[in-house]
């Protein structure tokens, strides 16, 4: 065999060699992500996921995705009450929401979807576990000062 033929075929190797090696890194890849959908952009937000590395991204794509960012709240079993768009021009909030049975005091407050699911991945994931650890029991419930209000500041008449 000629020198230059078992060059080509060595280089062939090579090309086979990696390109295996490539697809069994992006199965690897693929399987990790099936396992842990906290990391995995793609798999769809659930309150129940820890959050992971991809958490922020689908939050974030829950912005102006009203119906998409309801559903989260109704697959992870969070009882929530839809109001009606309120405000106008910069302050239209057409997102509305209020968590029910979440032992807000005083009262629920309104809140947007997205405000919404951050509070509950927040409590499920961080101050429930937390007051287990340290306090043994559940928080039962949560004092507040309000939500965002979107107003002029100052009296001015723009802005």
């Known amino acids: 065999m000629r020198l230059s033929t078992r060059i080509g075929r060595f280089r062939l190797d090579r090309i086979v060699i990696g390109a295996l090696v490539l697809g069994a890194i992006g199965l690897g890849i693929r399987g990790w992500l099936h396992e842990n959908p906290q990391h995995n952009p793609w798999a769809p937000l659930e309150i129940a996921h820890l959050p992971g590395w ?29 109001l009606p768009p309120s405000g106008e021009n910069a302050c239209l909030r057409d997102d509305r929401t209020v968590l029910s049975g979440e032992g807000f005091s005083p009262a629920n407050p309104q809140m947007t979807c997205l405000a919404a699911t951050g509070y509950a991945i927040w409590m499920e994931h961080g101050v429930q576990p937390a007051a287990e650890a340290i306090l043994g029991s559940r928080i039962a419930r949560v004092e507040h000062l309000g939500t965002y209000n979107c107003r002029r500041i100052g009296g001015g008449n723009d802005g």
């Open 54 to 82: 991809a958490t922020g991204q689908k939050i974030n794509a829950l912005r102006g995705a009203t119906d998409d960012c309801r559903a989260v709240l109704d697959r992870g079993g969070v009882a929530f009450e839809v």
